[in-house]
């Protein structure tokens, strides 16, 4: 006979150290989970598996191999990595686990199903760089001319801050020199959650530069600094454009 009791074991706290939570499509977030035996002998931890109130996670325990032993009065930590969805819900989650252990003699079989100390996190919606708009301050601009200024305005749609790598005006038509220079922000620039931001430029026409109208857009990336994954866009919402004269 083997009897199923609630008790013997006892989770006692979940740690993730992310206070200021983690985002959609994050991976090896480290989770330990305390668990202490108050059985009066030696029990064999069986199982230990982590619980979301919210999100879609993956999990992978790391250590230690399962069955362990615990000794009496004895807690353990049992670790384990995890891997929050691209495409996960987003809001405050409650990072909880349940156990089993056993004893063979009596046969009995230990289960606790929550801890004393949960966690909690906020899982954001991950970082996304978006090029509203390019704008020119001239409609008109001659063959040779320089220090004509251009803007860019990107946001930040997502919740979790990241990194500008690079913002790149484009143009299919005219010559370039030098080629077109970011003035500000310079790269590393971190970009907060849910906001904006102008990126300015310094453009020379070079003297054997075609004629025409030129269409200005523009591409930008960053990286997200919570789970380093890109984020970029490659085609300005709103482009603009000039004319190159003789």
Same mark, same amino acid.
């Given at each position: 006979e083997i009897r199923f009791v609630h008790g013997g074991i006892n989770i006692e706290e979940i740690i993730a150290n992310k206070p200021h939570g983690v985002n959609q499509g994050q991976t090896n977030i480290p989770v330990e989970v305390k668990i202490r035996n108050f059985y009066s002998d030696t029990v064999d931890l069986q199982s230990v598996e982590l619980t979301f109130s919210l999100g879609n996670h993956t999990q992978v325990r790391t250590s230690p191999g399962l069955p362990t032993s615990i000794a009496a009065g004895d807690t353990i930590s049992v670790f384990f990595n995890v891997d929050v969805d691209a495409n996960s819900p987003v809001g405050t989650a409650t990072v909880d686990a349940r156990a089993t252990a056993t004893v063979t003699l009596p046969a009995l079989t230990f289960y606790d199903g929550d801890a004393q100390s949960p966690h909690q996190w906020w899982i954001r919606s991950k970082a996304q760089l978006v090029i509203d708009q390019v704008e020119t301050e001239e409609s008109f601009v001659n063959k040779g001319q320089t220090d004509l200024f251009v803007r860019m305005y990107v946001s930040n749609t997502g919740e979790t801050p990241f990194s /500008? #790598?690079?913002? !790149? =005006? +484009?143009?299919?038509?005219? =010559?370039?020199?030098?080629?077109? !220079? =970011?003035?500000?922000? +310079?790269?590393? @620039?971190?970009?907060?959650? =849910?906001?904006?931001?102008?990126? #300015?430029? @310094?453009?020379?026409?070079?003297?054997l530069s075609p004629s025409g109208v030129a269409i200005i857009g523009g591409t930008a990336s960053g990286t997200n600094t919570f789970s380093?994954?890109? #984020?970029?866009? /490659? !085609?300005?919402?709103?482009?603009?454009?000039? @004319?190159?004269?003789?």
């Open positions: /500008l #790598t690079a913002a !790149v =005006l +484009t143009s299919p038509r005219g =010559l370039y020199n030098p080629p077109k !220079v =970011l003035q500000s922000p +310079t790269p590393g @620039t971190v970009i907060p959650p =849910l906001s904006s931001f102008v990126a #300015t430029f @310094t453009v020379n026409i070079d003297p380093g994954a890109v #984020t970029e866009d /490659l !085609v300005a919402s709103i482009t603009d454009s000039w @004319t190159i004269q003789n």
